[in-house]
């Protein structure tokens, strides 16, 4: 609670949540590098805080993941020059979807980011096609799910209310194709 943290010198997380469940409350995270990292099976909730600066996204959920942020500021996150179409995308939040990460926001503030407020990145269908071929040695009864990447998406579990995204350079919200 109640934390000034600045980055300097370095290009990793400001903040990367391994495991467990971490809680900041009243935090001003100035990034210099990548923003708050939540890794696979992490939990995140942020508070009251202001996220700003990150060359990438301000907070990057990985798959399986939990986070929720209320009442916070992220803001000119993405200032990364790179010609990498995929990484220009990221902007406020991002999100990773296999397995698909949770997210509950409510009344942020995301705004002035280089690329989305929101970006959701979804795999290829070529990722699923891998995945079968990999998966050739289920049991002759398995079938074959031609919606998969359709499923994927029903199950993505984001519930947001009364959040205000604007003047994000490249739009709000963003559905990406990995």
Known sequence: MNLSLIQQGTVDGIVVVESGH???????????????????????????SEITGAQGAGVELYPGSIAILERNEIHHCNNLRTSDSSKSTLGGVNMKVLPAPKLKMTNNHIYNNNGYGVSILQPTEQFFIVAEALNKGAASGDKKDENMLSKVMQNLNLEMNNNKIEANLKGDIRIVTS
């Open 22 to 48: 971490m809680t900041l409350e009243n935090c001003i995270l100035k990034c210099e590098g990548t923003g708050v990292c939540v890794l696979t099976g992490a939990a995140l909730t942020v508070t009251d």
